[in-house]
């Protein structure tokens, strides 16, 4: 089955510098990669997706990339801001059902 | 309109007791799913409804957890008995159609001492 591999566990980065995360994936056959933000006690929330047809989508300062040779994708996000600090995760879906296969997650800090 | 909710938003038992959860899916979304984190790893996919019928139990981790959804409209997710390995934060996420946008619900933290 499908294994998502997320790095890194914990990132620290001074506000506004850029933070990346990086995902791999195993499943061929995965076609649809969302990116979900966990701040503290709340719901995981959908922050960008991207499907296996484009390589890259950007919403204002949060991007994904998606290398399907290579089996990765990652998140960008520039000009971090303290609200940026949550846990992130990426994941995969297949399409053949609806399970989506999350990484560890990243614990994101803004430091002042 | 009112997002994924889901009850009680934390929960403690002894081993060997039973729990249920709950979920009320967005109004409208015909597909439910449970989710599970356990401390430290990643969120893990349990079950797949869609209305009433289960889609997809692959991810239920044994025969002490039995999810019902009847009516098509919330779910529950009952662990009898709990074990220690059960506790976690359980997750539902509801969409519209398949293969669509899965909205997640806060979580309902269980601890099983």
């Known amino acids: 089955g499908e294994n998502v591999e997320q790095h890194p566990s914990t990132l620290s980065v001074q506000e506004g510098d850029s933070a990346v995360i990086k995902c791999t994936y195993s499943?061929?056959?995965?076609?649809?990669f969302p990116w979900y933000k966990q701040e503290l006690g709340k719901r995981p929330q959908l922050i960008i997706d991207?499907?296996?047809?484009?390589g890259e989508k950007k919403d204002q300062r949060i991007a994904v990339t998606l290398n399907k040779t290579a089996k990765h994708f990652s998140l960008h996000i520039t000009e971090t801001q303290p609200e940026d600090s949550a846990v992130y995760f990426c994941a995969a879906s297949n399409g053949r059902d609806d399970k989506i296969i999350f990484g560890k997650g990243t614990r994101l800090h803004i430091l002042p | 309109e009112a997002g994924v909710t889901q009850f009680p938003s934390h929960s403690v038992i002894e081993k060997g007791q039973t729990v249920t959860l709950r979920c009320d899916p967005i109004s409208g979304h015909d597909n439910l799913y449970w989710y599970r984190r356990v401390m430290g790893k990643e969120i893990k996919f349990l079950l797949h409804?869609?209305?009433?019928?289960?889609?997809?139990e692959s991810g239920m981790p044994n025969n002490r957890f039995l999810a019902e959804r009847t009516g098509g409209t919330y779910s529950t997710l009952k662990v009898q008995p709990a074990e220690l390995e059960d506790s976690g934060v359980y997750f539902c996420a509801s969409a519209t159609t398949r293969m669509n946008i899965q909205y997640f619900g806060a979580g309902t933290r269980l601890s099983v001492l």
């Open positions: 409804f869609v209305k009433e019928s289960k889609q997809d």
């Open positions: 991207i499907r296996s047809n484009v």
């Open positions: 499943d061929s056959a995965s076609n649809y």
